[in-house]
């Protein structure tokens, strides 16, 4: 069996924000609405990564925010009909969503991929349902201000809203209305009730990118970083271990603005309504006070994992060798008794992966953070301090 080598004696490749990553402590009612709009109608262009964005954001939602994954409503290519279901119409409120929620108990969590539209009409902000036209939104396109009145009728102890869409008409694979000028459509302003915190991938006529490397939209790629952990370090937050709206706000402004300007010579600028002072995300544990090193790293060695990749056509195999870090020898005790779970909860996710989820540096990262996660969770009470790749091939 050849293989050919994806990164050898990759020691802790952490980023500038990374943090711990154990699994939150559960939020039992919290109930999150997850759409990733990817292929519509013949004609229109696809999101690509729209799915993708869904995926990593349902990983966070459970991994990060401890909503429970029965508690999820995960929609692809949604239909007008399925939002409506989820959401209600302008004349009912009472869809899915607030049938979940328990009154005063519940954080309400909505994230979108996928287009949105300006009405041609009205000026009014949609978003594209995959089996709606964009040249007739005001007809079959779910309109932002209902989405937003309804979630703000829903008794939630909390409800907070991402967007990874722009109103412009405009995306990166094209323009979406035909035989229209969608410069020349200029969305309405947006009227945000103020029991809803909202932020958008974009302002106004700005176009939401993409970031090809991540596989990601710009918007979606950047908010996960600074939501794990990247928001709340300097010189963005406070370092409390809480990333609040404020952080967020100033994280994307920085960062995924300045990567819009740079790769693709156009603005982007995320948009929020809210407090600022919100926390959007409970880091676990906090962001680490530099101290003096008390001890030498204690590393503990996995036994070699060879699994099979996510392809579609020809299998693909990743052999990978691993080490834990832990600040005590009598951990080690422990994770030996603990192996069959730790092995079992590494490969069920190693299986899951795409050869396009190791590429650079941010698929590395990623999948680090995420055994990570999962390593604290089987080996509890041992504290895994980092994950170190030892070895990673592919065939």
């Known amino acids: 069996m050849h293989f050919y080598r994806v990164a050898i004696a990759v020691l802790c490749l952490a980023a500038p924000w990374a943090v711990g990553c154990a699994l939150a402590e559960e939020n039992r009612d919290g109930i999150a609405v997850i759409i990733g709009n990817k292929t519509y109608r013949k004609g229109v262009p696809a999101v690509e990564f729209a799915h993708n964005d869904a995926a990593a954001i349902k990983r966070h939602v459970v991994e990060r925010l401890g909503f429970r994954a029965g508690n999820i409503i995960d929609l692809r290519d949604a ?61 079959n396109g779910y309109p932002l201000d209902v989405l937003l009145a309804n979630l703000a009728s829903i008794p939630a102890r909390s409800v907070t809203v991402f967007l990874d869409a722009c109103f412009s008409g405009l995306t990166p694979g094209g323009a979406l209305a035909r035989n229209v000028s969608s410069i020349g459509v200029r969305p309405a302003p947006l009227k945000v009730p103020d029991r809803v915190t909202v932020v958008t991938a974009a302002t106004g006529q700005q176009m939401a990118s993409w970031d090809l490397e991540a596989r990601h939209g710009l918007f979606t790629a ?164 980092d994950v170190l790749f030892k070895e990673m091939l592919v065939q």
Do not use: C
């Open 79 to 139: 239909g007008k009909s399925e939002l409506e279901a989820v959401f209600g119409n302008r004349d009912n409120h009472q869809g899915k969503a607030f049938q979940w929620v328990r009154a005063g108990r519940s954080d309400l969590l909505v994230y979108y991929s996928g287009h949105g539209v300006p009405g041609q009409k009205d000026g009014r902000g949609y978003l594209l349902p995959s089996d709606a036209d964009p040249d007739t939104a005001e007809l």
């Open 222 to 385: 950047y908010l996960l970083k600074g939501l794990g952990g990247a928001a709340d370090a300097d010189p963005y937050g406070n370092g409390d271990g809480k990333v609040t709206l404020g952080e967020i706000k100033a994280f994307l402004d920085d960062e995924m603005t300045y990567r819009a300007r740079r790769q693709y010579t156009r603005e982007q600028t995320a948009e929020i309504s809210g407090d600022t002072g919100q926390v959007l995300a409970l880091l676990s544990p906090p962001m680490p006070v530099a101290e003096p090193a008390v001890g030498p790293s204690i590393f503990y060695d996995l036994p070699e994992m060879l699994v099979n990749l996510n392809s579609s056509g020809k299998q693909t195999f990743l052999k990978i060798r691993v080490a834990l870090e832990v600040g005590d020898a009598l951990d080690i005790t422990r994770l030996e008794q603990k192996m069959p779970a730790l092995v079992d909860s590494f490969q069920v996710h190693l299986r899951a992966l795409r050869i396009e989820d190791l590429q650079g540096a941010s698929g590395l990262y990623r999948l680090r953070e995420q055994l990570l996660a999962r390593a604290n969770n089987a080996a509890k009470p041992v504290k895994v301090q």
